[in-house]
């Protein structure tokens, strides 16, 4: 089992999206209230006082879309400035990119990964959920934009559904070849989407690469990431090609991080909340920070022994949460 030395921090449940994968169109969402979603000051304390002296040297800022999240860039530079802070990343759709890469660039963040699910407008607009003007132009200005700025790597995600950007993948990959952006491909995973979700509704990962290698070759890379990524590169690309393969390669006994909600719930898996702990109601009741080192160092403890797949999965054995809802 790797060190756990990776969190993952969800900063809003709410989103500008309504991806099928994530929020699927028609869900109700009880949105986190904004005094219940942990504050700036609270979310650097924990990871300043209580995560970092455990041992954590790398931090993912998430969503719903943290772009969303007033006082973003100030987070951003707090957090990045600390000595211990070995890698700070941020996931985004892109969609406000545009104005807020050069300030995040500016506040210490390098590194930056972009759902991109189709270069096809259409198709983009029906898997994001947009009904009216599109938003496809300005969320590739953003990738433009924050390319320009300078983060690297640069990396896109993909999450390949059937029967909607399946047919993508090549054009998809083609990125990787004449830029410096990697592109993950993730099966897509049964999370608040049943309706979307059939006995086998991804497509395996193995599947992809074999398309990708009929048509330009593929061999391994030596450039590896922080994540669960299985990392591949063209010959002679740029870029590289990740495969993330929760559903057809269960990587549970590589997993090096754990999920900090936004309304404050520890929680050790994606989907699995064995163990989890509630830090805000915790904080605000001036729980001494050494008894929460504590508990976080017991719940790591139990980690090893937590599978995605094994989780309680709620009524009628269909896991109701929404990506966003847990910090994706």
């Not at 990396?155 to 990697?182: F, M, Y």
């Not at 009929?214 to 299985?230: F, T, V």
């Amino acid at each position: 089992m790797p060190k756990i030395d990776y969190l993952r921090i969800s900063l809003i449940d709410k989103c500008n999206f309504r991806c099928q994968y994530c929020m699927p169109e028609g869900t109700k969402f009880d949105y986190v209230l904004n005094h219940e979603l942990l504050t700036n000051q609270e979310i650097v304390t924990l990871v300043r006082q209580v995560f970092i002296p455990l041992g954590f040297t790398k931090f993912r800022l998430t969503g719903g879309e943290p772009l969303l999240r007033p006082g973003l860039v100030d987070l951003v530079k707090d957090i990045a400035q600390l000595p211990e802070t070995e890698d700070l990343a941020l996931t985004t759709n892109a969609f406000l990119l545009k104005d807020l890469a050069q300030p995040l660039y500016n506040a210490g963040l390098r590194r930056i990964n972009i759902s991109l699910d189709s270069l096809n407008p259409k198709t983009f607009d029906r898997i994001t959920g947009n009904h009216g003007r599109s938003r496809w132009q300005q969320t590739w200005e953003g990738i433009q934009t924050a390319h320009q700025v300078g983060f690297n790597p640069l990396k896109l995600n993909v999450v390949v559904i059937p029967g909607l950007n399946d047919t993508e993948v090549l054009d998809l990959a083609e990125l990787s070849i004449k830029r410096q952006w990697h592109v993950r491909f993730i099966e897509f995973m049964p999370i608040g989407n049943p309706e979307l979700f059939g006995d086998k509704a991804w497509i395996d990962s193995a599947e992809l690469r074999h398309q990708i290698r009929r048509k330009w070759g593929l061999m391994e890379s030596n450039i590896k990431g922080n994540g669960p990524a299985d990392v591949f590169q063209i010959p002679g690309a740029q870029g590289t090609l990740g495969f993330i393969s929760q559903m057809s390669e269960c990587f549970c006994d590589r997993c090096n991080r754990v999920r900090l909600s936004a309304d404050g719930w520890l929680r050790p898996c994606l989907l699995n909340e064995t163990g989890q702990i509630d830090l805000k109601t915790a904080l605000r009741s001036s729980v001494d920070l050494a008894e929460l080192q504590t508990q976080i160092s017991q719940l790591l403890l139990l980690k090893p022994e937590i599978n995605f797949k094994e989780r309680d999965s709620g009524t009628d054995g269909k896991y109701t949460r929404t990506m966003s809802q847990i910090g994706g």
